[in-house]
């Protein structure tokens, strides 16, 4: 079920990272620093709401599905949920509309806000359509459904800035394009629930469970986000946006490919452990494990190498300088926040332990918190940077420690040093290169990067490609004879 979702899902792959260093390119120039800010203030006001009230029924979703569908209780399942999403939108809906009026702040923030909070409705249904396809294995239907959004929102949100909706119209062009992907999924969705009913247990055993996951989410979100409202009551809005054009060069980029491997690899742990125990969990999560390390460490370094020139290319004029600064470092806290995420995190769902998830989060976002205002007034951006790098890196100790307790996990050590031996072979290599500025260097670092790191992962036999490659290769020669 893994590889097969890693290959199905790997369009989707490829729409996200085109379509985020778009977005950089487009949105960096297009906007100003000031309004780059806004719409950064408001993407995380946006994500913060969407994780508080609708997260804990996408994620109760997604584990409970292959147990209900064991039982044959899924018309319930679904109808449930349902019910529960009605309940939450309506609740959510007054309570936002009576904030906006109420707070008393600037325009173009208040605006930008009230776009995110109106495209959470649209985005958490189509969330939890997606989240149902990922755990039946309909990995087209996922795929597709995320890279309708993803794109569609893009075009959205391009078209919103030409009619001078300013830091708004990236926030509201996402809502845009789930809206559009909801118009054809919504009837599939609702008749998912035909002949089941609301089950009031069904829906508090689902809180139970996922309820620590939303508020864990919310300490990862405060996690991602502190630096910002400090960076910008310390320093101004422009000086987030020039933090976030760098925060999003680099952790885009390899955020893309965590949430690809996590697509897969989430669904595969849980049928592995549903039908094969914890001797089936453990060779699923090390062949995944082994994969993870294999593409996200070079990917991490890789982009600090380049970062200068990656800036030069993606970013505007005005946010170049800082997002340079920014990337090598977000680099390093995106690549532990992902293995957290995608890796260590596991534990928790898997072991419906989520209440320690919930003490895992705390952890490193109490660290983020003080290291923030010890470290943002006194170094600005670098601060901040310095901050999360540490903040993300404690996290993913505190989860991978405190995640025993819940579902052991294996750590594979042998695969964690050749993956180490590959990448700095690969970093060696492109340090010693000239750095000849903007879109040369670019190209000339990361494909000389590139083919270094491919020859020295198929030398060392990283996450088995070699052998798996040979595998194929001989079971397609023998079908071809016979």
Same mark, same amino acid.
């Given at each position: 079920?893994?590889?097969?979702?890693?290959?199905?899902?790997?369009?989707?792959?490829?729409?996200?990272?085109?379509?985020?260093?778009?977005?950089?390119?487009?949105?960096?120039?297009?906007?100003?620093?000031?309004?780059?800010?806004?719409?950064?203030?408001?993407?995380?006001?946006?994500?913060?709401?969407?994780?508080?009230?609708?997260?804990?029924?996408?994620?109760?979703?997604?584990?409970?599905?292959?147990?209900?569908?064991?039982?044959?209780?899924?018309?319930?399942?679904?109808?449930?949920?349902?019910?529960?999403?009605?309940?939450?939108?309506?609740?959510?809906?007054?309570?936002?509309?009576?904030?906006?009026?109420?707070?008393?702040?600037?325009?173009?923030?208040?605006?930008?806000?009230?776009?995110?909070?109106?495209?959470?409705?649209?985005?958490?249904?189509?969330?939890?359509?997606?989240?149902?396809?990922?755990?039946?294995?309909?990995?087209?239907?996922?795929?597709?459904?995320?890279?309708?959004?993803?794109?569609?929102?893009?075009?959205?949100?391009?078209?919103?800035?030409?009619? /001078?909706?300013?830091?708004?119209?990236?926030?509201?062009?996402?809502?845009? &394009?789930?809206?559009?992907?909801?118009?054809?999924?919504?009837?599939?969705?609702? *008749?998912?629930?035909?002949? $089941?009913?609301?089950?009031?247990?069904?829906?508090?055993?689902?809180?139970?469970?996922?309820?620590?996951?939303?508020?864990?989410?919310?300490?990862?979100?405060?996690?991602?986000?502190?630096? *910002?409202?400090?960076?910008?009551?310390?320093?101004?809005?422009?000086?987030?946006?020039?933090?976030?054009?760098?925060?999003?060069?680099?952790?885009?980029?390899?955020?893309?490919?965590? !949430?690809?491997?996590?697509?897969? $690899? $989430? %669904?595969?742990?849980?049928?592995?452990?549903?039908?094969?125990?914890?001797? &089936?969990?453990?060779?699923?999560?090390?062949?995944?494990?082994?994969?993870?390390?294999?593409?996200?460490? %070079?990917?991490?370094?890789?982009?600090?190498?380049?970062?200068?020139?990656?800036?030069?290319?993606?970013? /505007?004029?005005?946010?170049?300088?800082?997002?340079?600064?920014?990337?090598?470092? !977000?680099?390093?806290?995106?690549?532990?926040? /992902?293995?957290?995420? $995608?890796?260590?995190?596991?534990?928790?769902?898997?072991?419906?332990?989520?209440?320690?998830?919930?003490?895992?989060?705390?952890?490193?976002?109490?660290?983020?918190?003080?290291?923030?205002?010890?470290?943002?007034?006194?170094?600005?951006?670098? &601060?901040?940077?310095?901050?999360?790098?540490?903040?993300?890196?404690?996290?993913?100790?505190?989860?991978?420690?405190?995640? *025993?307790?819940?579902?052991?996990?294996? !750590?594979?050590?042998?695969?964690?040093?050749?993956?180490?031996?590959?990448?700095?072979?690969?970093?060696?290599?492109?340090?010693?290169?000239?750095?000849?500025?903007?879109?040369?260097?670019?190209?000339?670092?990361?494909?000389?990067?590139?083919?270094?790191?491919?020859?020295?992962?198929?030398?060392?036999?990283?996450?088995?490609?070699?052998? *798996?490659?040979?595998?194929?290769?001989?079971?397609?020669?023998?079908?071809?004879?016979?």
């Amino acid at each position: 079920m893994f590889w097969r979702g890693v290959v199905g899902y790997l369009p989707m792959n490829i729409v996200q990272a085109v379509v985020g260093l778009l977005s950089i390119a487009v949105f960096t120039r297009a906007l100003s620093p000031a309004e780059y800010g806004v719409y950064a203030l408001a993407f995380a006001g946006m994500n913060l709401a969407h994780t508080l009230v609708f997260t804990w029924m996408e994620a109760a979703m997604a584990r409970f599905y292959a147990p209900e569908a064991q039982a044959g209780l899924l018309p319930s399942h679904f109808a449930t949920l349902h019910r529960a999403w009605a309940i939450a939108a309506a609740g959510f809906t007054a309570i936002a509309a009576m904030a906006l009026i109420v707070w008393p702040g600037a325009l173009p923030v208040k605006i930008a806000i009230a776009s995110g909070l109106g495209a959470i409705l649209a985005r958490s249904l189509a969330k939890l359509s997606q989240e149902r396809r990922r755990a039946a294995g309909d990995v087209k239907g996922a795929a597709l459904i995320n890279i309708a959004q993803t794109a569609g929102g893009f075009v959205a949100g391009v078209g919103l800035i030409a009619l /001078g909706l300013g830091g708004a119209a990236p926030i509201a062009g996402l809502g845009v &394009g789930a809206a559009v992907v909801l118009a054809f999924i919504l009837p599939v969705e609702l *008749r998912q629930g035909a002949g $089941g009913a609301f089950e009031r247990d069904k829906a508090l055993s689902y809180i139970g469970f996922g309820v620590p996951v939303s508020l864990s989410l919310i300490l990862a979100l405060a996690l991602a986000t502190t630096d *910002r409202f400090i960076l910008a009551g310390s320093l101004g809005e422009a000086s987030v946006g020039a933090y976030q054009a760098g925060y999003t060069l680099s952790n885009r980029t390899l955020d893309v490919l965590f !949430i690809w491997l996590g697509a897969a $690899g $989430g %669904p595969a742990l849980i049928m592995a452990l549903e039908r094969g125990g914890a001797e &089936g969990l453990a060779r699923s999560a090390r062949e995944q494990a082994g994969f993870m390390l294999a593409l996200a460490m %070079p990917a991490a370094l890789g982009v600090a190498l380049v970062a200068k020139p990656l800036a030069d290319v993606m970013v /505007g004029p005005a946010l170049r300088v800082g997002a340079a600064q920014v990337t090598p470092w !977000i680099a390093a806290s995106a690549l532990c926040l /992902g293995l957290t995420n $995608g890796y260590t995190h596991q534990a928790f769902t898997l072991g419906r332990r989520t209440g320690l998830l919930l003490v895992a989060m705390s952890v490193p976002a109490v660290a983020n918190l003080g290291l923030c205002l010890w470290l943002i007034p006194r170094f600005g951006l670098l &601060g901040a940077v310095w901050a999360t790098t540490a903040s993300y890196a404690i996290g993913l100790v505190a989860s991978a420690v405190i995640g *025993r307790r819940a579902q052991p996990m294996p !750590i594979p050590l042998g695969a964690i040093a050749r993956t180490l031996v590959a990448t700095a072979v690969m970093g060696a290599s492109v340090a010693a290169l000239p750095a000849l500025g903007g879109l040369a260097e670019l190209v000339l670092k990361a494909g000389v990067g590139a083919a270094i790191y491919a020859a020295a992962a198929w030398i060392l036999d990283l996450a088995e490609l070699r052998s *798996r490659g040979r595998r194929a290769l001989s079971a397609l020669r023998a079908r071809t004879a016979t």
